[in-house]
Structures are given as structure tokens and as C-alpha cells.
């Protein structure tokens, strides 16, 4: 919830928003499958992050903090560092883009909005036009009932881009 600069009753109210957002009479594109992807993304963010780099395994040109260190201590805060791949940006990006990867998915796929020239073209345009609209919808959440101007990741770009490129993809 610090990463995003919220509290428990506001991500009970983004939650509930979005779970209304999806259309849950869907056999599949609904909000039970999206919280299914947020639940195995959690698993696979504590799986990378439980990973730990060696020191030998680490190019010469990676940033010193990650290299053989004196003592004792440093080699044990070194070995923490190096178990931690996802900030707590990218881990917000993760997580939220598997909640929001397909919200507001109506049950058609791209190629049947092309067919019966749904207005999300003239929207989106013909290329990932769900994927679009799913991000459109997406970030509107976030912005209404998530993430406030007070917070840090409102304007962090490589959040956003994450956020965006993920959304996409799918």
C-alpha cells in the first residue's frame, strides 16, 4: 500500500470497482480469471525475488554494491540485494496489470470487433484494440480510486511504461 500512497479502504473500494468492471456473467474473461493471474503473478514475483545472484555471476560492468565485499555483514547484505529483482514499482506494475488485464472484456475477441466494426476501432484503432480498451479502463481505475496525486508512483514513468507494456502484451 506505500508503494501507492493508499490504505486498506481505498484499495476495498478499487477492488470493488474493478471486480464490477469485468462482466462476470463471462465464462472466462472475468473477475474470478483475473484474480487468478494476480494470484500466481504474486507467486511468481516471490519465487524471482527468493532467487539469489552469486558474485560469480555477476559481469564485471554491474553495479559495485553487488560485488565481493571485506566483510562478513556486507556479504550477507550483498546476498540480500542480489535476491531482490523486482523494486516496488515493477512489483505495483506486475500486480496490478494481471488484476486489470482484461477489464471490461466483453466476450469478443479483436477480430469479431473488426468484423462488426465496433466503435472500439475508431477508438483504438485495429491493432490490440481489446488490449487498449482494457488499458484505457485500467488506468481511469487507477486514477479515480487508487493512486492520488499525493502519491510517488503517480508520476513515475517507468511504473506507467511497465504498466502499459504489460497490458498490452496480453
Same mark, same amino acid.
Given at each position: 500500500?506505500?508503494?501507492?500512497?493508499?490504505?486498506?479502504?481505498?484499495?476495498?473500494? =478499487?477492488? +470493488?470497482?474493478?471486480?464490477? +468492471?469485468?462482466?462476470?456473467?463471462?465464462?472466462?474473461?472475468?473477475?474470478?480469471?483475473?484474480?487468478?493471474?494476480?494470484?500466481?503473478?504474486?507467486?511468481?514475483?516471490? +519465487?524471482?525475488?527468493?532467487?539469489?545472484?552469486?558474485?560469480? #555471476?555477476?559481469?564485471?560492468?554491474?553495479?559495485?554494491?553487488?560485488?565481493?565485499?571485506?566483510?562478513?555483514?556486507?556479504?550477507?547484505?550483498? #546476498?540480500?540485494?542480489?535476491?531482490? =529483482? =523486482?523494486?516496488?514499482?515493477?512489483?505495483?506494475?506486475?500486480?496490478?496489470?494481471?488484476?486489470?488485464?482484461?477489464?471490461?472484456?466483453?466476450?469478443?475477441?479483436? #477480430?469479431?470487433?473488426?468484423?462488426?466494426?465496433?466503435?472500439?476501432?475508431?477508438?483504438?484503432?485495429?491493432?490490440?484494440?481489446?488490449?487498449?480498451?482494457?488499458?484505457?479502463?485500467?488506468?481511469?481505475?487507477?486514477?479515480?480510486?487508487?493512486?492520488?496525486?499525493?502519491?510517488?508512483?503517480?508520476?513515475?514513468?517507468? =511504473?506507467?511504461?511497465?504498466?502499459?507494456?504489460?497490458?498490452?502484451?496480453?
Amino acid at each position: 500500500f506505500k508503494t501507492l500512497g493508499t490504505n486498506v479502504q481505498q484499495m476495498e473500494q =478499487f477492488l +470493488c470497482n474493478v471486480r464490477n +468492471c469485468y462482466h462476470n456473467d463471462l465464462p472466462y474473461h472475468n473477475y474470478e480469471h483475473a484474480v487468478d493471474t494476480v494470484q500466481m503473478m504474486y507467486i511468481l514475483i516471490i +519465487c524471482v525475488n527468493s532467487l539469489t545472484i552469486r558474485d560469480d #555471476e555477476i559481469d564485471e560492468s554491474d553495479d559495485d554494491r553487488l560485488h565481493n565485499s571485506d566483510n562478513e555483514d556486507d556479504s550477507k547484505q550483498n #546476498e540480500e540485494e542480489n535476491s531482490v =529483482f =523486482f523494486d516496488d514499482y515493477q512489483v505495483a506494475a506486475l500486480m496490478l496489470s494481471s488484476l486489470l488485464h482484461d477489464v471490461g472484456h466483453d466476450g469478443f475477441d479483436s #477480430e469479431f470487433l473488426k468484423l462488426t466494426k465496433s466503435p472500439l476501432i475508431y477508438a483504438y484503432g485495429d491493432t490490440s484494440i481489446l488490449e487498449h480498451h482494457h488499458l484505457s479502463i485500467a488506468v481511469r481505475l487507477l486514477q479515480d480510486y487508487l493512486i492520488f496525486d499525493r502519491s510517488e508512483i503517480n508520476s513515475n514513468d517507468d =511504473f506507467w511504461s511497465l504498466l502499459t507494456d504489460l497490458v498490452i502484451s496480453t
